[in-house]
């Protein structure tokens, strides 16, 4: 998928967060798994995400400085904690849509050839799992995956909430 395409279905998500408004407040917190986050959960840790972009890797970027990513289990565990400190659904949903907004504008403001340089991340040139270069189009593209993986997760849970096996 190139660039272009990416960033407008990364822009899509927030439409289909939107969408969330509609979950029964009962269902948001619930686990969509034995041991597995809840909508709310999930979609905290999508935020989260899109703030560390935003706030290091985009800057790291610029600057042609190595991406560090932070360890994942307790990066993302600061997301679950985040989403059980009180915030409503509304809360959450309406600064997931602004964080993505933001995180989509500032990536299409970059000029091409920062989405295009080959960077490091924690240390590696290429990515271990695909063998691929990194850049900044390359890392779009993973956290792109990454999100129709939790939107598939949530739609899931939802259909089988609706239609039981």
Request: glycine residues 4%; hydrophobic residues 40%; contains cysteine.
């Amino acid at each position: 998928m190139d660039h272009d395409r990416t960033l407008l279905s990364f822009q899509g998500m927030a439409d289909w967060i939107e969408g969330l408004r509609d979950v029964d407040d009962e269902i948001w917190i619930k686990p969509t798994a034995t041991e597995k986050w809840s909508i709310a959960e999930i979609l905290s840790h999508l935020m989260f995400w899109d703030r560390y972009l935003i706030s290091d890797v985009l800057p790291s970027v610029v600057k042609g400085q190595e991406v560090s990513f932070p360890a994942f289990d307790s990066y993302n565990q600061r997301a679950a904690d985040y989403v059980r400190s009180g915030l409503s659904k509304t809360e959450l949903i309406e600064e997931a849509i602004l964080v993505r907004d933001r995180l989509v504008l500032e990536l299409l403001e970059m000029p091409a050839d920062f989405r295009n340089k080959h960077v490091l991340v924690n240390g590696d040139a290429h990515c271990p799992r695909t063998a691929v270069p990194y850049t900044l189009s390359y890392l779009v593209h993973e956290f792109y995956e990454h999100d129709q993986h939790h939107k598939a997760q949530i739609e899931h849970f939802l259909n089988e909430l609706i239609q039981p096996k």
